[in-house]
T-cell receptor, first 115, second 112 residues
Framework: GAVVSQHPSWVICKSGTSVKIECRSL??????MFWYRQFPKQSLMLMATSNEGSKATYEQGVEKDKFLINHASLTLSTLTVTSAHPEDSSFYICSARRTSTGELFFGEGSRLTVL | GENVEQHPSTLSVQEGDSAVIKCTYSDSASNYFPWYKQELGKRPQLIID?????GEKKDQRIAVTLNKTAKHFSLHITETQPEDSAVYFC???????????FGTGTQLKVEL
């Protein structure tokens, strides 16, 4: 089946630093990818829609200058958490929409801990 | 925007019993209703989905029913097993873009 890989699977960083998370569709092209954030024991909250070759569309309340999204190829989207703070600690999950069929596949998630 | 409510938040059943989880949504334009199972620290796994032109769909022990008029849909798990224990999320999507709004989740515990 289709595979979506996220890297890193977990990361610990100091407050004030930036962290980049990659979401890669390994065996299919994905024009559109989605980034979610999930706090402990809570639901997945959509942060933004990432479109290949164009600017991401952010959900209300999500700071686009803090959560930088780049979707430079049909198989890779990146999320950069800039100037991370402890309240940014969360589980970040991407999903990729297979362009040819419209099916949606989730990455395995990246756990960010900001000290 | 879309508002999705999910009940109950926790559900304990005895092994072999049935479990039912319900979701309601607000946007009548929504036409895609998937259910996901998520184990701790893992990615959500699609277990079943239904589109608005179908009222019911079944896959072995799992079924989903949709009432588009009332804007609610339900997940039914029969003959529950301990390995069914997990958090279940409903989700709602509109159009063909797969932008999903998730419900709040149900922690299902199947007891021996």
């Amino acid at each position: 089946g289709a595979v979506v890989s996220q890297h890193p699977s977990w990361v610990i960083c100091k407050s004030g630093t930036s962290v980049k998370i990659e979401c890669r569709s390994l065996d299919f092209q994905a024009t559109t990818m989605f980034w979610y954030r999930q706090f402990p024991k809570q639901s997945l909250m959509l942060m933004a829609t990432s479109n290949e070759g164009s600017k991401a569309t952010y959900e209300q309340g999500v700071e686009k200058d803090k959560f930088l999204i780049n979707h430079a190829s049909l198989t890779l989207s990146t999320l950069t958490v800039t100037s991370a703070h402890p309240e940014d600690s969360s589980f970040y999950i991407c999903s990729a929409r297979r362009t040819s069929t419209g099916e949606l596949f989730f990455g395995e998630g990246s756990r960010l801990t900001v000290l | 925007g879309e508002n999705v409510e999910q009940h109950p938040s926790t559900l304990s059943v005895q092994e072999g019993d049935s479990a039912v989880i319900k979701c309601t949504y607000s946007d009548s334009a929504s036409n895609y209703f998937p259910w996901y199972k998520q184990e701790l620290g893992k990615r959500p796994q699609l277990i079943i989905d239904i589109r608005s032109n179908v009222g019911e769909k079944k896959d072995q022990r799992i079924a989903v029913t949709l009432n588009k008029t009332a804007k609610h849909f339900s997940l039914h798990i029969t003959e529950t097993q301990p390995e069914d224990s997990a958090v279940y999320f409903c989700a709602v999507g509109a159009g063909g873009g797969n932008k999903l709004t998730f419900g709040t989740g149900t922690q299902l515990k199947v007891e021996l």
